[in-house]
């Protein structure tokens, strides 16, 4: 095998009939990006229905950050997947490079509802030696009290970590952010229905 090929979806758990974006990266045995690769995605949903999503019909994009060596606000390849019935949608994805064929298996679920509905905005490959924002958007669906744990890489420096209250329809909010030494962020929040980024 060749390098690295690396697909990311905004969420792990969608519900019926949303958008989802989906991000892919591919990278050379150097680690180097690879931007003129022959990318497909196969999309197989719960009712055994294949989508087909290639670079070579316009269905991926290929950014135009894509051969920028620092931080980009776009995947270097990228595209959009309406997800319908929910179950488990299975993916398979697929790059042709001068250094042949490489393919990765990978999944997401669609509910019916959900009790917290997590997003995240972030790169898909990063250069180690610029600061990249990660953005994680929670919507509540149900009263909660208590921790929120997102782990990133022991080796990942935290920095700027700040939690915004976006709306809130509790009377009373309390929340409190610290970075712990196993790179675990701990969130402590109390809210009703509101969401917070």
Known sequence: TWGVLAINLNKSIYLENEDSFIGIAVLDDKGKIVCNADVTLEIINPLNQKTTLTTANNDIKISPECEVLGVTNLPDYYTTYSVSVAGTYLMNLTANTKNGIRSILDKFIVQNNVDFDVARQGPTRV?????????????AN????????????????????????????????????????????????????????
């Not at 921790?147 to 970590?161: D, K, R």
């Not at 929340?175 to 969401?195: C, D, H, P, Q, R």
């Open 142 to 197: 149900k009263d909660y009290n208590g921790m929120i744990n997102e782990y990133v890489p022991a080796g990942f420096e935290l920095s700027n970590v700040e939690i915004y209250e976006v709306e809130e329809e509790s009377k009373s909010s309390e929340i409190t952010l610290s970075a712990v030494e196993n790179a675990e962020i701990i969130a402590k929040s109390v809210w009703n229905g509101g969401w917070y980024q």
């Open 127 to 139: 250069y180690p030696a610029a600061a990249y924002a990660m953005k994680i958007s929670i919507i």
